[in-house]
């Protein structure tokens, strides 16, 4: 039976005239003639009996089918992209994971370990792509994602890692010359903010029995790196997990301002869309890996 599915040209001029509003700048993209987008955007409306958009005055609108349509068609060119990279890279031979991760865990965390992973699984390569907002798995190519939340997402299956344990750290230039030793001075002092956690400061505070004016004040900061990078060049005192700043406190780039470690009510988990958790093996691998390496920092505080 012959399959009705559209051209990948004309599933490609469609998705990119949609996300840029234009058939002129698709075009451009695509290096071609507009004229040869209009034709194939023409040709896909014949085939698919819907309108994919209004004309205007000032050009073209994606209609609401068209939209939705354009969700659908972005996700599965990407992921026939990642599919023919993959093979492109490695033949017959391997697969490869395309995993969603917070950017500081990434980095801090789960790089300077991942090495080892490599090594169990030589025929496993791991992608690593930057989520900073929640997503839907289908608008995506991805397999899997690591998150830091309160669950795991509907239709997903989630795997918890560690609890999310905030300290106050600071360069150790800044800290000397006041000599902070208690929970009360740290208010006097620029507190980083975390844009995408306004209260992080006031629940800290809190935890330990303090209400405190000041602690929404200070330079925002979307991301944990930056409030690392910050905190190290003396900008002041910076909320982060403890686990994303081991080297760090190792090296004294930063110190632990205050002797108080406070559990927040955020997780890490991985997880990925439930049916896939059963029928990949390099997903089931990376699992088993990730929870290993991260037991080491809950059963010491009795979450194991």
Request: aromatic share 8%; net charge positive.
């Amino acid at each position: 039976m012959r399959r009705k599915i559209p051209s990948t040209v004309a599933l490609s001029a469609f998705e990119s005239a949609a996300r840029h509003q234009s058939f002129t700048k698709a075009a451009e993209e695509l290096s071609v003639t507009q004229s040869a987008v209009c034709r194939q955007i023409a040709a896909l409306e014949d085939l698919l009996g819907v309108k994919l958009f209004r004309r205007t005055k000032r050009g073209v609108v994606v209609t609401e089918a068209g939209s939705s349509y354009a969700r659908s068609v972005r996700a599965r060119l990407d992921e026939m992209e990642r599919d023919t990279l993959e093979l492109m890279a490695n033949g017959a031979q391997g697969t490869t994971l395309d995993i969603g991760v917070v950017p500081t865990f990434a980095t801090n965390w789960l790089l300077p370990r991942l090495v080892e992973f490599r090594r169990a699984h030589p025929h496993i390569i791991v992608n690593l792509t930057a989520r900073t907002r929640p997503f839907l798995f289908e608008d995506t190519a991805l397999d899997a994602a690591i998150y830091a939340g309160g669950a795991s997402w509907p239709g997903t299956e989630g795997h918890f890692l560690m609890r999310e344990n905030l300290i106050a750290v600071a360069s150790p230039a800044f800290i000397a010359p006041r000599k902070v030793l208690k929970v009360g001075q740290l208010a006097r002092l620029p507190l980083l903010q975390q844009t995408t956690r306004p209260y992080a400061w006031r629940d800290w505070f809190q935890s330990q029995g303090l209400q405190v004016e000041n602690d929404m004040g200070g330079p925002r900061l979307e991301l944990f790196s930056m409030l690392v990078k910050a905190a190290i060049h003396g900008m002041g005192v910076s909320l982060i997990p403890k686990f994303l700043v081991e080297k760090e406190l190792e090296t004294r780039l930063l110190v632990q301002v205050v002797n108080h470690d406070y559990l927040s009510d955020r997780s890490y988990y991985l997880i990925y869309p439930e049916h896939k958790g059963g029928d990949r093996q390099a997903l089931a691998a990376f699992r088993d890996w990730i929870q290993s390496e991260a037991r080491q920092y809950r059963e010491p505080m009795g979450l194991g």
